[in-house]
């Protein structure tokens, strides 16, 4: 689907789009319109229970005195509360609704609204950033598709005034829905197709981009003592990888400025890219979702690619850690003890806590290697986190108040809301082995804590924070700006993190 910016004008044909405000305050454009029409806008307005408020729309079909397909008043609601993150709600909800048309084109005009606090470009350039994330879907494997489920809009053309202005913001806010949509392809994939050598393969497709990516393999990782990693890919037949992506778009500083100016900041993910739980085998229902148990590699290769695109100045590591956990002939069995890249020993005591075990090597490699200002890893790590926070947050753990408070304004303004939970001392000990320095389960309670409990063994004093993405990888209905299915919950929250926070002005 093309999305473009012009100057305002008035559509002749196809759908046309325009707006009110609460209350049922026509635009503009809205207002020329049912001039058009003989007044065929208000009067529908008058015979619905439309208001002008936000989400809200009516459609007039083929209305007198033009060549329209249809006419659909989208309500803003009150002008003061028109954010960008309102006018990509609006956006999607508009693809949403005429991505059947059948003449294909939809035209949308954007004024300035009164009271708002959006000039009309970026108001335009927001809605076409949400009419794009909600127009992904993932039909590669569909062979006899019916018509009727197939989406007919090709374009959406926004007049709006500045259209200049609104094609410029829009253009780098498609480089961020580029690494969404990249995202949301990992994880849509189905295991056959997608296992660690394969997942390893994609990411190489960033250095396309400029972004410099290296592939460990079992025999490096290996060499490198990464036990807690290998032992969880052992019962499989799929090699273990894991992938290093550095992007450095930071302008170079001056050696007086001191080699920590440059450090990165570093983004690891959990890439199991089939979890049946090993031995601690899962049960057989559901366990096809165990496909996405790799979104936390697959936000972290996806961020990488919108950070390159739009040529973010920041210098980022992103490392994931991948392996399918397979209940093989040499598969790990609970009682097993290994031993992590660190040096610390680890009694697995559950097969089916494995993310745990992938995170605590990358997290030590990474440190180790790069030394950076923080990190912040993701994984779809428990079943506990859905418990407490079901779909509607994910859960955020940090030693670092800081990092944490910037991670959870960033997910506000994106729309991926984060939870902060506690970690101390007393969690802590809930992991301690008698035979091991750690287990790798805390016992029944609290378990989505004593998972990242044992994450934080392996982070020393750098910042970091860890977010539990259980429960809102994969959705199954759909919203303004993300259809059902993988959402990428993540990249844009981190991509606003950076921007917000670490990029060089």
């Known amino acids: 689907m093309r999305i473009s910016f012009d100057k305002p004008a008035q559509a002749s044909n196809g759908v046309a789009v325009v707006f009110a405000t609460a209350g049922g305050k026509l635009t503009p454009s809205a207002e020329k319109l049912d001039k058009k029409t003989g007044g065929a806008v208000q009067r529908a307005i008058k015979a619905s229970h439309f208001k002008g408020d936000a989400d809200q729309f009516l459609k007039i079909w083929t209305p007198a005195g033009t060549r329209l397909e249809a006419v659909m008043v989208m309500g803003l609601g009150k002008p003061e509360a028109l954010t960008d993150l309102q006018a990509q709600k609006t956006g999607g909800l508009i693809y949403a609704n005429t991505r059947r048309a059948k003449s294909g084109t939809v035209n949308v005009a954007v004024d300035p609204v009164d009271g708002g606090k959006l000039p009309a470009n970026e108001l335009a350039a927001q809605m076409g950033y949400g009419a794009l994330l909600r127009s992904y879907r993932f039909g590669k494997y569909r062979t006899k598709e019916k018509d009727s489920a197939k989406p007919i809009l090709k374009s959406i053309k926004f007049g709006c005034p500045g259209h200049l202005n609104a094609r410029r913001s829009y253009n780098v806010l498609g480089k961020i829905a580029d690494g969404v949509f990249f995202t949301r392809d990992l994880v849509s994939e189905p295991p056959n197709i997608l296992y660690p050598e394969s ?7 960033l250095e396309k981009l400029g972004v410099k990516v290296e592939i460990l393999t079992a025999a490096r990782m290996k060499r490198l003592g990464m036990g807690a990693l290998l032992g969880v ?9 894991m992938v290093v992506m550095q992007w450095n778009g930071a302008p170079k500083r001056g050696k007086s400025e001191g080699s920590r100016a440059d450090a990165p900041i570093a983004f690891l993910g959990k890439g199991v890219t089939f979890d049946t739980g090993g031995i601690s085998i899962k049960p057989a229902a559901g366990m096809e979702d165990m496909k996405w148990d790799m979104g936390g590699a697959g936000v972290v290769i996806g961020l990488m690619r919108a950070l390159a695109g739009r040529k973010a100045k920041a210098n980022v590591v992103g490392v994931v850690g991948l392996v399918e956990n397979m209940p093989g002939g040499n598969a790990q069995r609970p009682g097993d003890i290994v031993t992590s890249m660190s040096g610390q020993t680890i009694e697995v005591l559950n097969t089916d806590a494995e993310g745990r075990l992938v995170l605590a090597d990358a997290l030590w490699y990474c440190k180790e290697r790069f030394k950076p200002k923080f990190m912040v890893n993701l994984a779809t790590l428990t079943g506990a986190i859905i418990v407490s926070l079901a779909d509607q947050y994910a859960g955020l753990f940090s030693n670092n108040d800081t990092l944490s408070g910037r991670l959870t304004k960033a997910g506000e303004a994106v729309d991926e809301k984060l939870w902060r939970m506690p970690i101390g001392d007393g969690y802590d000990r809930m ?7 750690m287990k790798n389960i805390g016992g029944r309670g609290g378990g989505s804590i004593t998972a990242a409990q044992f994450l934080h063994r392996f982070v020393g004093k750098t910042p970091w924070a860890h977010l539990d ?3 809102v990888t994969w959705s199954k209905k759909d919203a303004p700006t993300v259809p059902k299915g993988g959402t990428a919950f993540g990249v844009r929250l981190l991509d606003r993190l950076v921007k917000d926070h670490y990029e060089s002005k």
């Not at 997942?199 to 497709?205: G, I, V």
């Not at 890919?233 to 990888?241: H, L, P, T, Y």
């Not at 992991?431 to 320095?437: H, P, R």
Request: hydrophobic share 40%.
């Open 199 to 205: 997942l390893a393969n994609e990411a190489k497709k």
């Open 233 to 241: 890919a052992q019962g499989s037949v799929r090699e273990a990888r």
């Open 431 to 437: 992991i301690d082995s008698d035979a091991a320095d």
């Open 469 to 471: 993405i259980a429960g």
